[in-house]
């Protein structure tokens, strides 16, 4: 992956953190958070560690596993539901839906699945390299 920033070339690459096989999804996940799980590690591209970065990738997998859950139901259900006094309202599983959402933009954000995360990744990255190979260290 290239990563720069405007004043520069993107001529940089950034570290490999991993080089192995992703790990295997967790058993607990279902369809879609295991999907989830081997597209983000695919999509990584040795940037995550199993050893450390699985738990923040398995707290992304979880929620995408609610999410279609509770799409399912409202599918299911139908989007509107009859409120206590007897009004149409939105069906009350959409709540959640929306609070999943939330969470799921924020992990997203963190493990650099935004284009400004990723930009903002790319340059910690190039900045890291530039800091660990300066003439001090020789």
């Known amino acids: 992956m290239a990563t720069g ?8 690459t950034a570290p490999v953190v991993y080089e192995g096989r992703a790990p295997r999804a967790p058993a607990h996940l279902k369809r879609v958070g295991k999907e989830v799980w081997r597209t ?3 999509a990584g591209s040795g940037a995550y560690s199993p050893e450390t970065d699985r738990y923040v990738i398995l707290r992304y997998c ?14 299911n259900d139908g989007l ?3 409120g206590s006094t007897g009004q149409p309202v ?3 599983a959409m709540r959640y839906v929306e609070s999943t959402e939330k969470e799921l933009r924020a992990i997203a954000t963190v493990i650099g699945f935004t284009p400004e ?6 340059l910690v990255a190039v900045e890291a390299r530039r800091v660990a190979t300066s003439p001090e260290d020789f």
């Open 5 to 12: 920033h405007a004043n520069g070339p993107a001529d940089e």
């Open 40 to 42: 983000v590690w695919q």
């Open 62 to 75: 979880e929620p995408h596993d609610r999410r279609a859950h509770l799409l399912a139901t409202v599918e």
């Open 80 to 82: 509107m539901a009859v």
């Open 90 to 92: 939105e069906h009350p």
């Open 117 to 122: 995360a990723r930009m903002r990744l790319g």
